[in-house]
């Protein structure tokens, strides 16, 4: 999945609202980020097959360190754990945890079955979704509908660029899937790699639209003590 991933990080704003979307865009997408680093370092491999599937003509070799199920949660606890020791965020270093193990669940819908449980058993998991590209642009347009609906509408935007920044941004993102699902098969699996490395770019992108949205209902730390403290003072 691509924007598929990028769906689930805009909805789970609803259940992290001091968490921004930057981050949440990290972690939903933290196995793909980590990935082309691993590719280039030649420590997992993909290929480039053409008709491979109708959606994607890559066939993924090994990748056992970053989309195996059991790395997953380990990167996912890890990211989360260093969440909340930063922030003090429990609920938000948790949802961090659950957006990075969503990733192999996600995959495992779209891909064939080469997605590895553990990175020593030989089991390989995956619906095969990627074989119909009807059926997938129905799944991964629909869950990026419903995240960014979501998104919407537990933030508001605070000036022109949470409006129209994060509306680019959904638009970005659309554009990047439409090229990967219907532009030409990359050259190499290299150039798979270096063009994955991308995705980095999205995340400042995210931090930075929204850090110009606000959620309503949120209350800050601060405004909390504020509060308490006028509430003893009046006592």
Not at 8 to 22: N, Y
Not at 121 to 142: K, M, V
Not at 148 to 172: E, M, N, P, Q
């Amino acid at each position: 999945m691509l924007i598929g991933h990028y769906a689930v990080a805009f909805g789970a704003k609803r259940f992290a609202r001091a968490t921004s979307l930057g981050t949440l865009f990290a972690a939903a997408a933290l196995l793909d980020l980590v990935w082309p680093v691993l590719v280039l370092a030649g420590v997992e491999k993909v290929e480039v097959t053409r008709g491979a599937t109708a959606v994607t003509p890559l066939t993924f070799i090994s990748y056992p360190w970053s989309h195996s199920l059991l790395m997953s949660a380990v990167w996912g606890a890890l990211f989360g754990l260093g969440y909340w020791l930063v922030r003090k965020n429990r609920s938000g270093g948790a949802v961090i945890f659950l957006l990075v193990v969503s990733h192999w669940l996600l995959d495992w819908i779209v891909h064939v079955p080469d997605l590895p449980v553990t990175p020593w058993s030989g089991a390989r998991e995956g619906l095969a979704l990627w074989n119909s590209l009807p059926f997938t642009l129905i799944t991964e347009l629909t869950l990026f509908a419903a995240g960014t609906w979501i998104y919407f509408h537990v933030t508001k935007a605070k000036d022109g660029i949470g409006r129209w920044g994060s509306l680019a941004l959904c638009v970005l993102l659309l554009g990047l899937y439409a090229s990967a699902i219907f532009g030409p098969p990359p050259p190499s699996a290299n150039i798979v790699a270096w063009t994955d490395l991308g995705q980095w770019l999205l995340v400042p992108f995210a931090f930075w639209v929204d850090a110009h949205r606000v959620a309503p209902g949120r209350i800050s730390v601060a405004a909390a003590d504020a509060r308490a403290r006028a509430g003893a003072a009046r006592v």
